[in-house]
């Protein structure tokens, strides 16, 4: 059964749960009677996700009171909020208890922070669990409520929003979860069309065929050596009356199994690469996000999905294949196939009518050497464009680092016998990467996310399980709401 999440605004004193939880920060922890004496034996420090149960407090309807770690209240942000409702979900629900209130005081009683808090605590409840008979989190949590005491009753519609965003990120998560067995370009498809047919949204998947009339050589060559067909999804939304002049176009990588194709990659942890199609998975979850927040723009996501195999009919290193834009391409390495479907999904974008572009793709390796899993690679060819996403990023707690984009990058794609070829000379792997693409979207403000490090995590956090993410998701429904 799914947790309930709900907003209450009753003091917090009278609230029936089998768990309280107050957030003490730092400097104020020993404030609250209750905690004073923890704080005095070294048990409770009042640190970020820092926690300690009572049992039957005094003066309290509910049967315990627990104090999580706020951190240093000055430095309390909605990112601080998200993970302190995820920890107290996971830890609770470790703990088996059932109905878990959180109480946020009034200082914190803001729409960032509202959305944050119930994002956080549907987010933590996410698990890896689908394809488990034995489900171990059958004990989870049955209902979660925000204590806003005194608050104000607009703020249930952040709350609102914070679980709409929240639900179509771990919808994004668990199609990022899948096996890339159960979960081929056609499924992802059908998935998203019965998504799209829910929420309201424009369909369109363009099959091999009309991808063939098309002429998306690019995308083809990749796909062609899968016994699975390749599709182009296309979901759109169009406001009653959209703000004039803009038509954001996302982009998201659907590679649903990435071997490398001819140019292999080594067996060991092969199975990280059923990954491959996350950028695609947060296009597709953001878009059911903005059918039901229905910002003023017109948004259409456009998700190329293919699998990368080493089959009899595969492209091979020295193949010259044409894209949807004319250019053509030669192909160095099969294993550089993100940027070729991604290039051919960009200039179907721009012809639909996108004036505004953003792509989110696990691209590179490189890009986790160099940023880790903490923060998304940010390219683009547009400043003030860039500026706004990484402010949106920053408001949704989602890690991002702008990148070079010098034009002497450019000079590491050259190619003798065709247009472009589909990696660079030396170093900068990311950077080439993004160099390619931009190629594909000329002048169009653009921005490229760079995904491969955040998109999966390899540890449990407190506030979230192993697996994947859902980035760029939040951000880009960020950035869809507020462009105005
Ligand atoms: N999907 C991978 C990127 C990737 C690699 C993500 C490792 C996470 C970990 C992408 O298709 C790829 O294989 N990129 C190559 C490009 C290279 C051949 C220029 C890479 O990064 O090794
Ligand atoms: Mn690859
Ligand atoms: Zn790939």
């Known amino acids: ?68 770690g706020g951190g240093k209240s ?48 549907i987010l933590g409840d996410w698990e890896a669990d689908l394809h ?38 771990n919808f994004a998560r668990d199609l990022g979860n899948e096996p890339p067995n159960l979960l081929t370009p056609t499924v992802l498809a059908r998935r998203a069309a019965q998504m799209a047919a829910e929420t309201g949204l ?34 759109s939304y169009t406001p009653p009356v959209p703000l004039a002049g803009v038509h954001l176009g996302l982009i998201g990588k659907a590679v649903t199994f990435d071997t490398g194709g001819i140019s292999i ?17 947060a296009a597709i979850g953001a878009m059911q996000a903005i059918a039901s927040l229905k910002p003023p723009i017109a948004v259409t996501a456009y998700i190329p ?21 004319g250019k053509t391409i030669e192909i160095l390495n099969t294993d550089a ?50 500026r706004r996403l990484l402010d949106a990023a920053r408001i949704q707690g989602e890690k991002m680092w702008a990148m070079p984009m010098d034009d002497e990058y450019k000079e590491l794609l050259k190619s003798a016998s065709a247009d472009i070829p589909n990696i660079g000379s030396r170093g900068a792997g990311s950077i080439t990467a993004a160099k390619f693409i931009e190629e594909f979207v000329e002048e169009t403000p653009w921005i490229h996310l760079d995904i491969a490090g955040t998109a999966w995590t390899e540890e449990a956090k407190p506030y979230l399980a192993k697996g994947p993410t859902g980035v760029a998701l939040r951000t880009f429904v960020h950035l869809a709401q507020n462009w105005e």
């Open 1 to 68: 059964m799914p947790m309930e999440t709900k907003i209450a605004f009753t003091p917090y004193e009278s609230v029936d749960a089998d768990a309280l939880v107050l957030i003490a920060f730092e400097q104020a922890a020993q404030a609250h009677p209750w905690i004073a004496e923890l704080v005095k034996s070294g048990e409770f420090t009042g640190k970020l996700l820092d926690s300690v149960v009572l049992h039957h407090p005094n003066g309290v309807g509910a049967r315990r009171l627990v104090a999580i």
């Open 74 to 121: 000055d430095r309390f942000t909605p990112a601080e909020m998200r993970q302190v409702a995820g920890t107290i979900v996971r830890s609770l629900k470790a703990k088996k208890m059932k109905r878990v209130a959180l109480v946020l005081s009034e200082a914190f009683q803001y729409p960032e922070y509202v959305s944050a808090a119930v994002g956080g605590a």
């Open 202 to 235: 424009g369909c369109d998947i363009l099959d091999q065929d009309r991808m063939r009339q098309l002429g998306m050589g690019a995308l083809l060559g990749v796909a062609q050596g899968s016994a699975e067909p390749p599709f182009m999804i296309v979901l």
């Open 305 to 325: 999905a293919v699998e990368n195999m080493p089959g009899g009919k595969a492209q091979r290193p020295g193949d010259i294949v044409t894209s949807l834009s």
């Open 337 to 386: 196939e993100g940027r070729l479907i991604m290039a051919d999904a960009i200039t179907y974008a721009k012809r639909q009518g996108s004036t505004h572009l953003i792509d989110a793709s696990t691209l590179t390796g490189a890009i986790v050497v160099a940023l880790g899993g903490i923060n998304s690679g940010v390219f683009s060819n547009h400043e003030i464009f860039q």
């Open 265 to 281: 990659k080594p067996s060991e942890k092969m199975d990280q690469m059923k990954f491959d199609m996350c950028g695609g998975a």
């Open 132 to 169: 488990k008979t034995k489900k171990e989190a059958t004990n989870g949590i049955d209902e979660f409520t925000l204590v806003c005491p005194g608050g104000v009753t607009e703020l249930a519609d952040s709350f609102t929003r914070g679980q709409v965003v929240a639900t179509a990120q």
